[in-house]
């Protein structure tokens, strides 16, 4: 495709269910990337998947969150056991090189 | 601009004046800069880029200016447009961390018509 799609592009779920958010990057990106936003906040950095390299798991919140980038290409994020805290705006980015990202529109989460 | 809470900082102008966002930054062993656009239900847009070792990057009716001295970073608007409407958000690269990416705030700008 000509950009980084997501879906689902809305999500309401209750609290305690399991939820898998999507990502698809830009065709040959190497680079895939999980942010999440909350109401009126900037981004802040979830997981990082560059090549076959080991994730960068150093933004996930609680092991209630996980990731995982299957044949380098589609991303999965998935949080179990939601929380209402967890309600927030998920985007994904890819990148063909170490530096500029290009952002999907995002799925937006909202836990009763 | 810095903000904590919900409550961004805004910047407001008139169609046709040239804006000016600024952001401080955190890390020094950051060398690469990048602005986004993101309006609202939308993702961020990837405006302009600047890297440690320059000071100035400009593009088509945009500039950034790197001051690493105090860790600050601008982008500058010229004759904006109602279309530049939007949230503007700094994001850094700390250069030993791989690729991701620490974002600001973010600031409000509002055109008027």
């Known amino acids: 495709g000509a950009g980084v799609s997501q879906s689902p592009s809305n999500k309401v779920t209750e609290k305690g269910k399991d939820v898998e958010l999507r990502c698809d990057p830009i065709s040959g990106h190497t680079a895939l990337y999980w942010y999440r936003q909350s109401l009126g906040q900037g981004l802040e950095f979830l997981i990082y998947?560059?090549?076959?390299?080991?994730?960068?798991k150093s933004g996930l919140p609680s092991d209630r969150f996980s990731a995982e980038r299957t044949g380098g290409s589609v991303s999965t994020l998935t949080i179990q056991r939601t929380q209402q805290e967890d309600s927030a705006v998920y985007l994904c980015?890819?990148?063909?090189?170490?530096?500029?990202?290009?952002f999907g529109p995002g799925t937006r989460l909202l836990v009763l | 601009g810095e903000s904590v809470g919900l409550h961004l900082p805004t910047l407001s102008v008139q169609e046709g004046d040239n804006s000016i966002i600024n952001c401080a930054y955190s890390n020094s062993a950051s060398d690469y800069f990048i602005w986004y656009k993101q309006e609202s239900g939308k993702g961020p847009q990837f405006i302009i880029d600047?890297?440690?070792?320059?000071d100035k990057r400009q593009g088509q009716r945009v500039t950034v200016l790197l001051n690493k001295t105090v860790k600050h970073l601008s982008l500058q608007i010229a004759a904006t447009q109602p279309g530049d409407s939007a949230v503007y958000f700094c994001a850094e690269n700390i250069g030993n961390q791989g690729g991701k990416l620490i974002f600001g705030q973010g600031t409000e700008l509002s055109v008027k018509p």
């Open positions: 980015a890819s990148s063909g090189g170490p530096e500029t990202q290009y």
């Open positions: 600047i890297r440690s070792n320059m």
């Open positions: 998947f560059q090549g076959n390299s080991a994730p960068d």
